[in-house]
C-alpha cells in the first residue's frame, strides 16, 4: 500500500512539473511570438528528451537566469543562432521551425540558372 502511495505521489509532481512548465514558459512564449495552437505550441521548443533543454532553452535558461524575466530573456536571444543552423532564432520561429533543433531548418526554394543570370543582368 506505501509503494502504491509512493507511485501516486510521484505521478502527481511529475504531473505538476509538466503542467507547470506548460503553463509558465510556454504561455509566455506563446503570447510572445503568438504561436497558440502553432507547431512552436510545444515542450519541445525549449526540451530534448526527458525534459533536458536543448541549445534554445539552454541560451533561454542562461538570459532568463541574468534578467529574472521570461519575456525579457526571450526577447534577448531573438539575434542568437542557437542550433547553429545558420537562421536566427527569430525568423525560425516566425517561419515555424524550432530553433533548438539544428535539423528543423526553414526550407529552401529552387532556383533555376536562369533566375541566377538574371540577377547579373
Known amino acids: 500500500m506505501r509503494k502504491l502511495g509512493l507511485i501516486a505521489a510521484l505521478f502527481i509532481f511529475v ?12 504561455r509566455t512564449f506563446n503570447t510572445l511570438y503568438g504561436t497558440t495552437g ?3 505550441d510545444n515542450c519541445v521548443t ?4 526527458s525534459y533536458t533543454f536543448n541549445s534554445y532553452g ?7 537566469l541574468e534578467l529574472g524575466n ?9 539575434s542568437f543562432d542557437s542550433d547553429k543552423d545558420g537562421d536566427t532564432n527569430i525568423i525560425e520561429i516566425n517561419t515555424g521551425t524550432f530553433p533548438g ?3 528543423s531548418n526553414l526550407p529552401v526554394e529552387p532556383v533555376t540558372w536562369g ?7
Open 15 to 26: 504531473s505538476f512539473v509538466s503542467v507547470l512548465g506548460r503553463s509558465g514558459y510556454l
Open 38 to 40: 502553432e507547431t512552436l
Open 58 to 64: 539552454a541560451d533561454f535558461d542562461t538570459k532568463f
Open 101 to 103: 533543433n539544428p535539423a
Open 115 to 121: 533566375q541566377i543570370k538574371s540577377l547579373f543582368e
Open 70 to 78: 521570461q519575456t525579457d530573456a526571450f526577447k534577448a536571444i531573438e
Open 46 to 49: 525549449c526540451h530534448g528528451s
